[in-house]
């Protein structure tokens, strides 16, 4: 509870700093906040990948799937065609090569999952993990965001609202990636399987 508070209390100062301040720079196209949130996507897939090469079965499949949604949600926050150094295949990351790149890396994860028993039981098992939270929070932030981004809702500062809440749901998505490799990596704990939302973890004696 204490780490969503202080969320919380992160939101109101940067929604008091940009409102009272008038810093609407921030949250322009390409700006601080899609940065931001380009640099959690992109660290949230590798850091899931890494973590689905030392897991197996439904744990190893579910963190392999988060690394692809965050991988997907980079490719739609950044504008990978305008950088430099991509240029010339800027065409894979943008439009129908975009569309089309997702759809196989999608379509291998759907055939993996199909080989280790169907997504039936695979999601029976994403229903019972300890961060089925966290991924429903951001979609909640998602929903959010998009309603301000269609304009449903005609109220002020509704682009820093959209942002805002795209970067929270960001983070909630990047977060267990986070805390599981810091727990990994951190020998004062003894790591529970993901998948096990009644496991709690427990310092080594």
Known sequence: MKYWKSLLVINLLVLGLVIGFEYHHLHNENALFENIQGLLLI???VGYFWLARYS???TRLASFGASLLCFSFFTREVDLELLPVIEHVGF???GTGRTLMLLA???L???LVFAQGGFKSHIQCLRGGKYLHC???CFIFLIVGAIFDRGLFLIEYSRLFEELAETNAYFVLAMPAFYELYCRY???WQLTD???AKAEETPQS
């Open 43 to 45: 660290t949230a897939a």
């Open 56 to 58: 197996s079965g439904d």
């Open 92 to 94: 894979l990351v943008h």
């Open 105 to 107: 890396l999608w379509s």
């Open 109 to 111: 994860y759907a055939r």
């Open 135 to 137: 991924f429903t929070l």
């Open 186 to 188: 951190t020998k004062s």
């Open 194 to 196: 993901p998948m096990n």
